[in-house]
C-alpha cells in the first residue's frame, strides 16, 4: 500500500469541521492528547507500517516548510 494523500471524504469540510468541533472547549494539553489518540487510533487502523513511515516524512516536510514561510515572512 502507498500512502494516498487525495481527499477521500464526500465532504472533505464536514470532516475538517468534524476534527475542529472535537477540540471545542479542550485545553491546549487536552487537545495534544486527543490529537495524539487520534493518530494512534488512525495508525492501527492504517496498518501498514511503510504507510506511516511515508506520512510521517509528509507531515515533518509539511512542517518544514510552514516554518520556512513564516521565517520568510518576518
Known amino acids: 500500500m502507498t500512502l494516498s494523500t487525495a481527499s477521500h471524504f464526500a465532504k472533505p469540510d464536514d470532516a475538517f469541521r468534524a476534527i475542529v468541533e472535537a477540540h471545542r472547549g479542550l485545553s491546549d494539553l487536552e487537545s495534544a492528547d486527543l490529537d495524539a489518540a487520534l493518530v494512534l487510533i ?4 492504517i496498518g501498514d507500517i511503510g504507510v506511516l513511515h511515508e506520512a510521517i516524512k ?8 510552514t516554518s520556512q514561510q513564516q521565517q520568510q515572512q518576518q
Request: proline share 0%; net charge positive; hydrophobic share 50%.
Open 42 to 45: 488512525l495508525a492501527n487502523h
Open 58 to 65: 509528509l507531515a515533518k516536510r509539511s512542517m518544514a516548510n
